[in-house]
């Protein structure tokens, strides 16, 4: 089986790629809300990534990836032609999708990304589908063009000010609940401080809210627990039971915490990473 890059492209350079990957098996189960574990080498640890669009036809998948740690950063050295070691996939739950209505994505940094295949999803069920998404500056906006062409409704809100509202999409997302009545489901992919916000803004309008949990796994298929995350109480992992949850019901500080456990670990691999590839000539 090949998992050659057949495109690459860097929608914001040097922080955020879009890879498409020749998967032809992946390609064909694949849905929205899936996503695949990856690993560059066989030397290399095992990653989750959300499928950020598929093509049955062409036996390809697209993944967006942010640069933010060893891993990533030598993803980034790949070239297209080049391939991965190993794609392992579909992965977790589908999203839940039929005919509800009016529903609002919710999109943040590289989580527009899967947004945008959740959004095509419910554009297919027949949903109307309104996309909120934010981030930083104009510059850092992902996927507007291609949400522009799905859905009637895309607002836009940026830190600075630069495009669309200045300020979050939690302001857009209660300015639109406040005006909409007939908002059947929110679905909000992001960072974990914007999810929880999020949750926070839907849950006086007691209206249904689904976040996808980015949590930290290993092996991707329920065995190692490393993605383990309190749901309602329960204990629950995000590879096999998720990644997508009631965010009334997450309890957003245990994640955080263990978002944080090898934040340590992770930054002395980077620096690794980085020494090892100015010793072999890069920059």
Do not use: W
Not at 49 to 54: E, M, R
Not at 232 to 241: E, H, N, P, Q, S
Not at 254 to 267: D, G, I, P, S, Y
């Amino acid at each position: 089986m090949s998992y050659k890059i057949l495109k690459k492209e860097e929608l914001i350079p040097g922080q955020t790629t879009m890879l498409v990957i020749d998967a032809p098996q992946i390609a064909q189960k694949a849905k929205p809300g899936n996503f695949v574990m990856l690993r560059v080498n066989e030397h290399g640890e095992r990653i989750p990534l959300t499928i950020a669009d598929c093509d049955a036809k062409n036996g390809t998948i697209t993944i967006i990836y942010l640069v933010v740690g060893k891993t990533t950063a030598e993803m980034n050295t790949l070239k297209e032609g080049d391939g991965f070691a190993d794609v392992c996939g579909p992965l977790g739950k589908p999203t839940h999708i039929e005919k509800t209505g009016t529903v609002v994505c919710v999109g943040g940094g590289t989580g527009i990304a899967a947004m945008h295949h959740i959004a095509k999803g419910h554009v297919e069920a027949g949903n109307r589908v309104i996309a909120v998404i934010g981030a930083r500056s104009k510059n850092l906006l992902l996927f507007c063009s291609e949400l522009s062409a799905l859905c009637p409704e895309v607002r836009i809100a940026t830190d600075d000010g630069t495009e669309g509202h200045k300020g979050f999409v939690t302001e857009v997302l209660q300015d639109l609940l406040e005006t909409e009545d007939d908002v059947a489901e929110v679905v909000a992919i992001g960072p974990v401080p914007m999810m929880e916000a999020v949750c926070r803004v839907t849950k006086p309008f007691g209206t249904k809210t689904t976040v996808s949990l980015n949590s930290i796994m290993v092996d991707g298929i329920g065995m190692c627990g490393a993605c383990r995350c309190t749901v309602g109480g329960k204990t629950l992992f995000a590879c096999v039971d998720g990644p997508e949850f009631d965010g009334q019901k997450v309890d957003f500080d245990e994640l955080k915490a263990r978002l944080r456990q090898f934040t340590e670990q992770e930054a002395e691999s980077t620096e690794m990473f980085s020494k090892e590839c100015r010793c072999h000539g890069g920059e």
